[in-house]
């Protein structure tokens, strides 16, 4: 996922700048066109940018936004006005960037400006949902209500990002141990039995030649063969930034195996949760489609989520162009057909997410735990051929010598 910075101006026609992190331009372009902004300029973060947001202290993560938004609840439902709650969750926020927009918050209310149009001025903290949701709290008297639901949407990405982190963590010390143990067997143990090789004088066996060929190469051209490795991810990167490249790359990880299985569920989980608390709220319908689509990852999902909402606003129920689209699974559409037969969409939306939030878990630690074998099958492999390579042509050297 890149990072962009971006200048933009909003409905009330100020200027604005900030950053934001998505896996395409396309899909921070619509980011922030669902906010009703206007792009003056888009572009990706350089290295000396993302390093002075680093400095600042950085985008406030879920986890941040969970406590903020229940200790927002509390608060205001002890009764405390909400100048006042705001004076004290910014006195106690840890992140600085979370901590600079609350009392930046505070100063615009003082001033008259509602909560969510002062939450506008800061993009990079507060996303569309959340400021949709303040707005609708404000105006219906529930802001308490609106701050629990993000809070429990904030807090339900943590754990996913948090299983995520914990999870990945072997695989990928596995995948480093496998590399190192790797170059260096081809550049310092195989060039000591290259000379001894050579003397044998006889024929040796494929495997051999291969191994000995692929370390003179590392030896001699590891410098061209690291660029050609930043060539081919720069090259990636590039082409998944078009939308062409984009939607091959949503396609591809929809076709995998595992992986499929797991981005389907993830964009089911986060399109029912992120709806349901949208509707939940009051929002309109079409409005709640529209910033719904804008949160998901994968292309293919977004582009299914836009047709409902075109079908939508022709007349047609929501479970019915997703289903046609093929890619949500049944129960979701399935679902979302009873709640609009009983009236309570929102709360099928939720049993739905509730369900693929558990789903979504168990497919990472599942896929998680089967990378492991792979890995240290794929080490044993890797470094076995090696070894192989070295000790065959020895043995036929021993075995002759006995034959004599």
Known sequence: MANYIYTVINKEGKQLKGSLEADTRELAELQLRNQEMTIVGINEASVMNQQISLSIGGKPKARDMSVFCRQF?????????????????????????????????????????TLADAMMDYPKVFDRIFITMVRAGEESGSLSKSFDRMGVQFEKQHQLNALIRKTSIYPTVLLLVTAVVVV????????????????????????????????????D?????????????????????????????????????????????????????????????????????????????????????????????????????????????????????????????????????DYYDEEVKEATEQMMSLLEPAIIIILALVVGTIVMSVIMPMSSMYQALDNV
């Open 184 to 219: 260096i067997m081809l550049r310092v143990v195989v060039p000591q039995y290259k000379d001894m090789l050579a003397d044998l004088d006889a024929e040796l066996p494929a495997i051999t030649k291969f191994v000995m060929a692929l370390s003179e190469g590392l030896q």
């Open 73 to 113: 609840v509390s608060i205001v439902d002890a009764g405390v006005p909400v100048i006042t709650a705001l004076t004290m969750l910014g006195e106690q926020t840890e992140n600085k960037m979370l901590r600079e927009a609350i009392q930046g918050c505070k100063v615009s209310i003082e001033k008259g400006t």
């Open 221 to 353: 051209y590891w410098m061209i063969l690291i660029g050609i490795v930043v060539l081919l991810i720069v090259g990636f990167r590039q082409i998944a930034k078009g939308e062409s490249g984009a939607i091959a790359l949503s396609k591809l990880q929809l076709s995998l195996p595992m992986l499929g299985t797991l981005v389907r569920k993830q964009n089911s989980a986060g399109f029912t949760r992120t709806l349901s608390t949208l509707l939940a709220a009051g929002i309109p319908m079409m409005d709640a489609l529209n910033i719904a689509g804008g949160t998901l990852k994968n292309l293919i999902f977004v582009q299914a989520v836009e047709h409902a909402r075109d079908s939508v606003s022709m007349g047609s129920n929501l479970s019915l162009p997703l289903k046609e689209s093929g890619q949500f699974p049944p129960l979701v559409y399935q679902m979302i057909s009873i709640g609009e037969d009983t009236g309570n969409i929102d709360g099928m939306l939720d049993k739905v997410a």
